[in-house]
């Protein structure tokens, strides 16, 4: 098959997969007991919670972001950097 026919190559799908890796732990840490009407859970103020998991999941959307906007590499390049 052609190369030049696909949009992504190998290294965009790898930096798709890790920032999704990577906002899926971001969403896992924000997860947590809740207060509920009768018990209050102060756990929800937590740095995890409030400050470590919203910037672990923003820099999953990054790696996403420029793994999308990321472009391949194209044959003749390849070789001609190979070459030097």
Known sequence: MDKKN?????????????????????FLLMSGPGSTETAFEPDIFSVR????APVVC???????IY??????????EET???NN
């Not at 923003?58 to 996403?64: D, E, I």
């Open 49 to 52: 919670r409030i400050k470590v």
């Open 6 to 26: 696909f949009a992504f190559d190998k290294t965009n799908y790898l930096l798709l997969a890790a920032g999704m890796v990577v906002i899926i732990i971001g």
């Open 80 to 82: 001609q950097n190979e």
């Open 67 to 76: 793994g999308i906007l990321r472009k391949p590499k194209d044959g003749a």
């Open 58 to 64: 923003f820099l999953g959307f990054v790696f996403m």
